[in-house]
């Protein structure tokens, strides 16, 4: 596949629990999509009980997009699954018991052929599973299917500027030259991120044989966990050490998909263009949208929010005409009085899957249980509000828990 990719995920599969959302106008309007994400599988209380959001894979209302999601692939776009998100439990279904969980999440993507699958780890999980899934995935579905992870920006730089030396060093496995001192220094104990909402060291990730099966970050700048109105968050972890073409910038692609919204003239004339500008038109990972039916909800027409990605990448060029006719191209209703969609908070801060409290009124939904005083002895350490709220529910409520997450103790 040719770089940069041009990436979308889709959780509002029906719209105003009505109609489907249809992904086909992605291809008849020659959007240049590259891979899509379903989203979000969740693994429940017992093995095998795997929903998409609140439903069954297999129930009805998913059965359009099954189809689609055929003629999507046999058009070259691939299409695979997110695990995880905000609504925690996943991985910690697979901590506890790995087999059992994985067992039938893994005959699952076999029968609805997805072609990868995107780790979203928004709670508590510890490295060793981390390299363990990707290692088995990799293992059992072979060396072409994509294993990605989404990270929030934080996540993937140095706490400190001071220590991008030894990143780079760690990450790239290079210890030439370095005395025993700096050789001391190079260790993920030592070289902490920023926020890190995953619970392990990303650095000692992709230093280790798993993180090197790693395809690429989709990398969360939005939600209050980095900036995407320019590219010194990308430049700042390839001076830290990541390979510019594993590192996709996920950006949120309307102001109600979630903080930090980035206008579309912003994206392409500042960040797109300097990305292209220092690694080159195929030299960094790509653009990556959270989600699809979002965007355009003015106008119902979320493919022309892809296909302006599209030809700022230089994926695609000429007529924004419809390919063929095709009658499943309607507008995607998504914002009118009778929306049961209702737009989140911005201070009901989350990462990639906060706007999966609010879709399709699903069982996410809700409101956050932290104590208010709690959030407050955090921000009085330092910390903006919504990182503190994001640490103790991480945490279960658990100060000291919280402000050890945040300041990136072990």
Partial sequence: MTLPRLILYQQTHIANNVTPVSLLPLLEYNTGVTHIYIAAIHLNDQPGHITLNDHPLDHERHDQMWREVKELQDNGVAVMGMLGGAAAGSYMK?????EAFYTPLCKLFKHYKLQGIDLDIEEVCSLDLTRKLIMRFKKDFGPSFIVTLAPVAGAMQPYTQLIKSFTRRLIHGDYSGTTDLIRAFIKPEILKSKLNLSGFNHFALEASEA????????????CNHGDASNAMGIHNMVSAGWDP????L???????AGAGYVPNNVLIGNTIADLKRTYGNTGFG??????YALANRNTGRPWEWVREMGEALGRVSG?????????SCVPVVLGNADITVPVVPLEDVGQQSLPERAKEGEGSAGESTVNDADAQKLVEMGFERPEAIAALEAMDGDVAAAAGLLFGDD
């Fill in 94 to 98: 697979l901590q506890t018991n790995f």
């Fill in 211 to 222: 993180g090197k099966l790693v395809d690429w970050y989709n990398v969360q700048f939005y």
């Fill in 245 to 248: 073409k594993k590192l996709v």
């Fill in 250 to 256: 996920g950006v949120v692609v309307a102001p109600d």
């Fill in 286 to 291: 790509g653009i990556m949208g959270w989600e």
């Fill in 319 to 327: 007529s924004r005409e419809k390919s063929e006719k095709c009658e």
